[in-house]
Structures are given as C-alpha cells and as structure tokens.
C-alpha cells in the first residue's frame, strides 16, 4: 500500500485526518503526522520528518501532503525525499484531496494516485455560488 506522511504547520494536518477518516474510514496503517510549530528548531523539525520517513517507507511508494508550498514542512521535506525514488510531495493539502489519499491508496498505482489527489483538490477549489446564478 502506498503510505502518506501529512506534514502541516500546527495541527492543521492532524485535524484534517481526523476529519477525512471521518468520512472515508480510520487509516490503520500507513498514515503519518509531523505537526510542527515555531518552538521547534529546524533541527528538530528535520529530525521529526527523518522518523517519519523511516517508519513509513514503502516499495509501493510514498506521497507526503504538505500544507503550502515554500514553507517549513516544504523546504524540509524536498532535500529528504530527493533520494526516495517513489516519492511525492503535493503541497496545499485539503480535505478533498486527504479523503481520496485514502480512499484509492490502496487501489491506485503510485503515478495515478498522485495525479488523483492534485486533480481532486483542483475540484475543491471554487466559488460555488457562481455556479447556482448560471441556472
């Protein structure tokens, strides 16, 4: 199975897991949470993710969900997961895109599950009022 590593600022990514399972079923396996804070030295937050890493690596791949792109878990996670060759890194992570993580991890290849959860929360994002006024 493909396993996920969530990696937000605060509990940003523990609350959408708790929410996603919510919806979708409990991850018994293969799920991972790093939340860091600003109390946390980059040493420290690089070693939290090297942990990570090391429990969840998997032949079937790895995905890491990443809260936004240029930030902390960002910057740490790119010169980490360089090396790992079946690995992505999918910054902007919301719910759409945390419940078809694991909805299809287990169904889904490596490549098209990683095209999946960026299409999906591609569709999240919109101003659906707009959409009701074209009727």
């Known amino acids: 199975m493909i396993n996920i590593i969530v990696i937000t600022h605060g509990e940003f990514g523990a609350y959408l897991i708790e929410a996603a399972e919510g ?7 293969g799920l991972k949470n790093v939340s860091i804070s600003p109390r946390m030295t980059l040493e420290r937050v690089t070693e939290a993710v090297s942990k990570a890493i090391e429990e969840m690596r998997s032949e079937d791949g790895l995905v890491f969900l990443i ?3 240029g930030g902390t878990p960002m910057n740490v996670v790119l010169p ?11 910054c902007g992570v919301n719910i759409n895109m945390m419940t078809s993580a694991f909805a299809y991890r287990g169904s889904l290849d490596f490549d098209r599950l990683s095209v999946k959860i960026v299409e999906d929360g591609r569709k999240a994002i919109c101003e659906v009022k707009s959409l009701l006024m074209k009727k």
Do not use: F, R
């Open 80 to 90: 980490l997961a360089k090396d790992i060759e079946k690995c992505a890194v999918i």
């Open 67 to 69: 809260d936004m792109p």
């Open 23 to 29: 919806i979708v079923g409990v991850q018994n396996s």
